[in-house]
């Protein structure tokens, strides 16, 4: 009787005169095991009927092809899930390749650029500077008795007063200048386009912000050189 229901081809061609083709259907076996089939219907009647007397159709077995195309999708999805998981593991790597680029330039106290990352800056900088004959100058500063305070409070008070201290110094300098911490209590920022005047105004700048922080046990103070570039330098170390 299921073949008689409306939704089947034979059904539609014979109540509504419309051949089917290709309809694919299964036929479940008692044993769980399905076959499938394609479906043709086509609708047969005189030219005095209005209606089809009969219905013409057709079965081609397609199990084979069907297992086939699951094979075949089934294949395409584990391909599918491969690549992206190819993908997924290429950005996860990138993620991880940058992060350690980071790292690799960071200060893991301060969060300021560390000593290789400020040489290879000045290094830029200073060619730069050469071939265009622009000003450049940098700065050198240190906590001024900073073993002293270590010693009577401890290092982590030390630790805490070195990250306020670069945080200091990156909001006291400019968008171009390059703000680094050169080792122990030591920072450096490189200036360019900057002459003798300019670095003085900054290292000041920089000076009051530091003495103005509210430290705990004491107030902090630093000590600054200011460098520029003369006209017969040779090398980074001269600067």
């Known amino acids: 009787t299921k073949w008689e229901d409306d939704d089947y081809p034979i059904s539609v061609a014979r109540s509504q005169g419309k051949a089917q083709h290709n309809v694919v259907m299964g036929v479940v076996h008692p044993n769980g095991n399905t076959t499938w089939i394609s479906v043709n219907a086509s609708p047969l009647s005189s030219s005095e009927q209005s209606k089809?007397?009969?219905?013409?159709?057709?079965?081609?077995?397609?199990?084979?092809?069907?297992?086939?195309?699951?094979?075949?999708?089934?294949?395409?999805?584990?391909?599918?899930?491969?690549?992206?998981?190819i993908e997924i593991q290429a950005m996860e790597l990138l993620q991880v390749n940058q992060q350690l680029e980071v790292m690799a330039i960071t200060d893991g106290l301060t969060g300021l650029n560390n000593h290789r990352s400020f040489q290879e800056r000045l290094a830029e900088e200073f060619m730069g500077a050469k071939r265009s004959g622009a000003p450049l100058s940098g700065l050198l500063l240190d906590v001024d008795k900073f073993k002293e305070f270590n010693d009577n409070f401890g290092h982590p008070a030390?630790?805490?007063?070195?990250?306020?201290?670069?945080?200091?110094?990156?909001?006291?300098?400019?968008?171009?200048?390059?703000?680094?911490?050169?080792?122990?209590?030591?920072?450096?920022?490189?200036?360019?386009?900057?002459?003798?005047?300019?670095?003085?105004?900054?290292?000041e700048r920089i000076r009051t912000a530091v003495e103005a922080l509210p430290i705990e046990y004491r107030q902090i103070t630093i000590s600054l050189g200011v460098s520029t570039l003369r006209a017969g330098s040779r090398s980074t170390a001269e600067l």
Not at 58 to 85: C, G, K, S
Not at 177 to 195: I, K, M, N, S
């Open 158 to 203: 030390g630790d805490e007063v070195l990250k306020q201290v670069a945080s200091t110094l990156k909001r006291a300098a400019r968008g171009t200048d390059f703000v680094a911490r050169y080792g122990g209590e030591e920072f450096v920022a490189v200036l360019p386009q900057t002459d003798k005047e300019g670095a003085i105004v900054v290292a």
């Open 52 to 85: 089809p007397n009969g219905v013409l159709v057709t079965f081609a077995d397609i199990t084979d092809r069907r297992r086939m195309e699951e094979q075949v999708q089934q294949h395409f999805l584990a391909v599918n899930e491969a690549r992206v998981e």
